[in-house]
């Protein structure tokens, strides 16, 4: 078969994507799927190699076709017969994608590189197909993948993280940069962004994910170069788009996995993370916004210790920023977008054993299916979080106290207290109900320049319902 027949092949992709959702399908089996998948795969290698050998345009023109053809034909073979696959057939598939979809150079065949990735992706949203996937097949696609998100950033190293195995650097990682510790400057990642084709970076990242939603997933040895591709690509993006939610949700996944048995790996990618989190933070896109969430609620003890060992003080102004994003972000949503009182439970103190801190403060809890609600709370959760991480870290670089002594009201409570007297509503409303967070958590705070208990009285006497409301809430925490 030296050649595919472009009539034949449109006829059955015509048959297959009409046939979708039909059970006259069914009847093709694996064993049917296998026979299609395979003359597709032949006919593929025969033309790729036409393909690059071609030196006429004419010639090279018309085996692109062809070659378009098979992989516009073997995507919606893989679609229609995905959940019957048996493994053989799962890893003929695979391995015929990851053989032919690259060229010498590194770069992916043109005439494949729309549908091939695309096709891998649909292979491995099949969760049961990924969970059989034995360990070196796995790494071997996540290899793949990693190298199809770096290949575009390998032009220049500025901005990459990769594994430091000089142990007398302290680190297991090292920023290759001679800038800022935030990664390219402009000019230069505007020149990497233009050299990240869609194809080439959306559906790897796609595939990667899918390939680490398994609970069985062996990330441990690859977590670092998938890590240090994953925020690279990140770095060098200047557009958001669908691709920058799964990368985070990668990102999670992958530092969920390895928080225990790698700390220092995720450690660092936090300290990186920072930047990007607040570059992207104003993203119209929900979902986006609650996998940054995710990062920063599930690692916030790798941003404690990123402050305790912060010597030139560049994660502290990098948390600060970020907490004037969620600030921003947050008075500018409509009311009806923001935490509303009604939203909340109050529980009998001395009946909740547990209350985790700052996501359940203490006596506290939301109502249930209120997806609204859920990421209000978050927010305001996380910025009462950041508030004391920041206040105990001012307060440990301050002179010891003598034993007993209740330290210091910090800086970040008192800028929450005068705005929460003299701001307009909105942000009076955000600092009332961050205070109610953070003083629910049972943290003792002493008076300042600015009395707690007296800002609070004003604000319970507010003519402002709402603003009364969350100032006594936060007086009784």
């Keep these: 078969m030296a050649e595919v027949n472009i009539n034949d092949a449109i006829d059955l992709k015509h048959i297959l994507v009409r046939n979708r959702n039909n059970q006259s399908l069914d009847v093709l089996k694996d064993k049917g799927y296998h026979k299609i998948y395979e003359a597709l795969f032949r006919a593929a290698s025969i033309e790729k190699s036409i393909y690059i050998k071609a030196t006429r345009p004419l010639v090279k023109s018309q085996s692109a076709t062809r070659l378009s053809a098979c992989a516009a034909v073997l995507r919606p073979a893989v679609e229609a017969g995905v959940r019957v696959l048996k493994q053989r057939t799962v890893r003929a598939l695979i391995g015929h994608i990851i053989e032919t979809l690259p060229l010498a150079d590194g770069g992916f065949c043109e005439p494949l590189a729309t549908d091939y990735p695309k096709t891998l992706r649909i292979?491995?949203?099949?969760?049961?197909?990924?969970?059989?996937?034995?360990?070196?097949?796995?790494?071997?696609?996540?290899?793949?993948?990693?190298?199809?998100?770096?290949?575009?950033?390998?032009?220049?190293?500025?901005?990459?993280?990769?594994?430091?195995?000089?142990?007398?650097?302290?680190?297991?990682?090292?920023?290759?940069?001679?800038?800022?510790?935030?990664?390219?400057?402009?000019?230069?990642?505007?020149?990497?962004?233009?050299?990240?084709?869609?194809?080439?970076?959306?559906?790897?990242?796609?595939?990667?994910?899918?390939?680490?939603?398994?609970?069985?997933?062996?990330?441990?040895?690859?977590?670092?170069?998938?890590?240090?591709?994953?925020?690279?690509?990140?770095?060098?993006?200047?557009?958001?788009s669908r691709v920058h939610q799964a990368t985070f949700a990668a990102l999670n996944l992958l530092l969920s996995r390895i928080a225990t048995d790698q700390v220092d790996i995720p450690l660092q990618a936090i300290k990186q993370l920072l930047p990007l989190i607040r570059r992207f933070w104003d993203t119209r896109s929900a979902f986006f916004r609650e996998e940054m969430l995710a990062t920063l609620i599930l690692h916030q003890t790798h941003i404690a210790k990123l402050l305790q060992i912060d010597a030139d003080q560049q994660v502290r102004i990098e948390v600060e920023k970020l907490m004037d994003c969620l600030h921003d972000e947050y008075v500018k949503r409509n009311e009806r977008e923001q935490l509303q009182l009604d939203d909340l439970i109050f529980l009998d103190s001395h009946n909740v054993p547990f209350a985790q801190p700052y996501i359940q403060p203490h006596g506290l809890a939301l109502r249930i299916n209120i997806s609204r609600a859920q990421r209000a709370w978050a927010v305001l959760a996380l910025s009462a979080t950041l508030m004391s991480l920041l206040d105990a870290h001012s307060s440990s670089l301050d002179k010891p106290h003598p034993r007993g002594k209740r330290l210091r009201v910090g800086k970040q409570l008192e800028d929450c207290l005068r705005q929460a007297r003299n701001a307009d509503r909105l942000k009076r409303l955000f600092s009332l109900a961050v205070l109610s967070f953070r003083l629910g958590n049972n943290v003792s705070e002493e008076s300042g320049p600015l009395d707690l208990l007296d800002v609070l009285k004003i604000c319970s006497s507010d003519e402002d319902g709402s603003i009364a409301s969350w100032a006594l809430l936060a007086t009784a925490r």
């Excluded at 996937?133 to 793949?144: D, H, K, M, V």
């Design 123 to 240: 292979l491995l949203e099949y969760q049961p197909h990924v969970e059989h996937l034995p360990t070196e097949e796995w790494q071997r696609i996540a290899g793949f993948c990693e190298q199809s998100i770096r290949r575009p950033l390998e032009a220049t190293a500025v901005g990459r993280i990769v594994p430091n195995i000089d142990s007398s650097s302290g680190s297991p990682w090292t920023l290759l940069s001679n800038g800022s510790s935030n990664g390219l400057t402009q000019s230069r990642s505007d020149e990497v962004t233009s050299r990240l084709s869609k194809t080439d970076a959306e559906e790897p990242i796609l595939c990667l994910e899918q390939l680490l939603s398994a609970s069985n997933a062996p990330v441990a040895e690859q977590a670092a170069d998938l890590i240090s591709s994953l925020i690279s690509f990140l770095q060098a993006s200047t557009a958001v």
